[in-house]
Antibody
């Protein structure tokens, strides 16, 4: 059974960069078949998909965040990471990493649902 | 972006009763909807995908339905552990994936 665990600072200053890592166990991020996503949840905006990465290194981002976000992977550590630049207090949220099952395919891409989630990490943006 | 609107915001139901939660999409998402349960202090848990397919390990009292823009999640015979917040998610019109704002299921 795959397990995901987020890690990183719980407090980030405004205008700085938020950096989080997700460590995956019980499954490999190097294999085809799943995407690896970041999702956040805040009282104001609810659940918001940030973006995902495929084993090939291909990434897709939410258009509303695309200019500030990057997702990368370290297959040797079975980890993937999120960087969000120029944060403001609106970026205060619980951040989740999740495994995405892209079983719905409508050319040229596949999309799907989130079948495993990390426990989440609260990140507060404050000076 | 496809907006998912859930109703009601809060639903009060007695244990043992049936609960029906609704989710409406701002444009057709065919049957590409998933439902999640979130208990306090926990991450969301996948219940249903493809509108009506239960995820592995999900009890049969959970059922989903709908297509196009109207979807429902029904929980027959509510158990104490079912009182939680429920979210719908569409994955038809992407990017981005979008979620509903949630329905809180309360004990009556």
């Amino acid at each position: 059974q795959v397990q995901l665990q987020e890690s990183g600072p719980g407090l980030v200053k405004p205008s700085q960069t938020l950096s989080l890592t997700c460590t995956v166990s019980g499954g490999s991020i190097s294999g085809a078949g799943y995407y690896w996503s970041w999702i956040r949840q805040s009282p104001g905006k609810g659940l918001e998909w940030i973006g995902h990465i495929y084993y090939s290194g291909t990434t897709y981002y939410n258009p509303s965040l695309k200019s500030r976000v990057s997702i990368s992977q370290d297959t040797s550590k079975n980890q993937f990471s999120l960087k969000m630049r120029s944060v403001t207090d609106a970026d205060t949220a619980v951040y989740y990493c999740a495994r995405e099952d892209p079983s719905y395919c409508a050319s040229p891409s596949c999309q799907g649902w989130f079948d495993s989630w990390g426990q989440g990490i609260l990140v507060t943006v404050s000076s | 972006e496809t907006v998912m609107t859930q109703s009601p915001a809060t639903l009060s139901v007695s244990p043992g009763d049936r609960a029906t939660l609704s989710c409406r999409a701002s444009q057709s998402v065919t049957t590409n909807v998933a439902w999640y349960q979130q208990r306090p202090g926990q991450a969301p848990r996948l219940l249903i995908y493809s509108s009506s397919t239960r995820a592995p390990g999900i009890p049969a009292r959970f059922s989903g339905g709908g297509s196009g823009t109207e979807f429902t999640l029904t929980i027959s015979s509510l158990q104490s552990e079912d009182f939680a917040v429920y979210f719908c998610q569409q994955y038809n019109n992407w990017p981005p994936y979008t979620f509903g704002q949630g329905t809180k299921l309360d004990i009556k």
